[in-house]
């Protein structure tokens, strides 16, 4: 496709097919359309999703119920204290047959990979995705062997007052294009559960619904939905006040402002847009940024949270096209 803004059959083509993949979704989680909506815009827009929840709210179901619903390739790793980052890059292994070093590629190398209770395993085999979620390649004793696409890590964690967890690296976190947070669901999706789970689940009877080929063509129409100067402009200064704010210690750094771009652009596609407005950036500024910063300690004690924060930032911003809030 050449670098010009997608039609509108196209921006439809790919509005009906990001449809697919939810309503899919949605036949094994219930009464979560937001939340499934920004994974799968997630995996669209070319990131790697956080899922952070108490357990047994569906954080990995939800996560294994995307893969299920895309003819793709899939790893699941049980993050443990005891894991090492060879089980998830892979090792050479000598082949006595061959009289050479063999390649066992590890669970990385898979369209989509589910890093279950991620916080559970050791910083350094944390690390060992920090390669392949950037760069989308591997490097084990000097070779580099790059990743196929579409390529998603969609990891899961329990909140960090839970015991045996290690927290995540800034490093890592800025690597996450969203962190989600699943949520209990509402009690008349609940007793739905009941009913439809009761017996058994209906992830069994999950079929896929794209191709990996369509989720890549899914993310060329995306890549192409038109930004104007103003609003790069806004995104901008959205991640640049979040530096200056008096109550954060860390603000989004530059990494965030293309995420939110990218994930703005599938936004927009999913609406049926060939352009990117300021409800867009709005839309997704949470779940894109939130986890990138971090509060300053007497802000803490003050109960303000980062969600306050960024909802102040906001309310201030002055939106392309408009006059200056307070």
């Excluded at 050479?92 to 989509?112: C, H, L, M, T, Y």
């Excluded at 739905?192 to 794209?210: A, C, M, N, Q, Y």
């Excluded at 803490?300 to 906001?314: A, H, K, Y």
Aim: hydrophobic share 40%; with cysteine.
């Amino acid at each position: 496709m050449s670098d010009v803004t997608p039609t509108a059959d196209r921006v439809q083509w790919f509005a009906e097919r990001f449809e697919a993949i939810v309503s899919n979704i949605e036949e094994v989680i219930q009464g979560k359309r937001e939340v499934i909506e920004l994974m799968t815009m997630c995996l669209v827009a070319q990131g790697h999703v956080l899922i952070e929840d108490v357990p047994g709210v569906g954080k990995t179901l939800l996560a294994k119920s995307l893969a299920r619903s895309i003819d793709c390739s899939f790893n699941r790793v049980q993050f443990t204290p005891d894991l090492l980052p060879s089980d998830i890059t892979g090792v050479s292994i000598w082949d006595r047959q061959k009289s050479e070093f063999v390649f066992k590629p590890g669970a990385i190398f898979a369209n989509i990979v589910l890093g279950d209770e991620i916080n559970r395993a050791s910083p350094k085999t944390q690390a060992a995705l920090l390669e392949a979620m950037e760069e989308r390649q591997v490097t084990v004793d000097g070779s580099t062997r790059p990743l196929s696409g579409p390529f998603m890590v969609g990891a899961t964690q329990n909140p960090l007052e839970h015991e045996g967890t290690y927290p995540l690296p800034e490093s890592q976190l800025d690597r996450f294009m969203m962190k989600l947070v699943v949520g209990y669901p509402v009690r008349s999706k609940e007793l739905e559960i009941l009913r439809t789970h009761g017996i058994r689940s209906t992830f069994d009877d999950l079929k896929p619904v794209v191709t990996g080929d369509q989720v890549l063509e899914m993310a060329e129409v995306a890549n192409h939905v038109h930004v104007a100067p103003s609003i790069q402009g806004y995104i901008v200064d959205l991640v640049e006040a979040s530096r200056r704010h008096g109550e954060l210690m860390l603000g989004a750094s530059p990494r965030a402002a293309l995420h939110l771009q990218r994930v703005a652009r599938v936004r927009a596609a999913v609406d049926g847009r060939e352009y990117v407005t300021p409800d867009d950036i709005k839309s997704v500024a949470g779940t894109v940024l939130e986890h990138r910063m971090a509060m300053r300690p007497e802000a803490q004690m003050r109960g303000t949270t980062i969600s306050d924060v960024l909802d102040s930032v906001l309310h201030h911003l002055r939106v392309p096209g408009t006059r200056a809030t307070g």
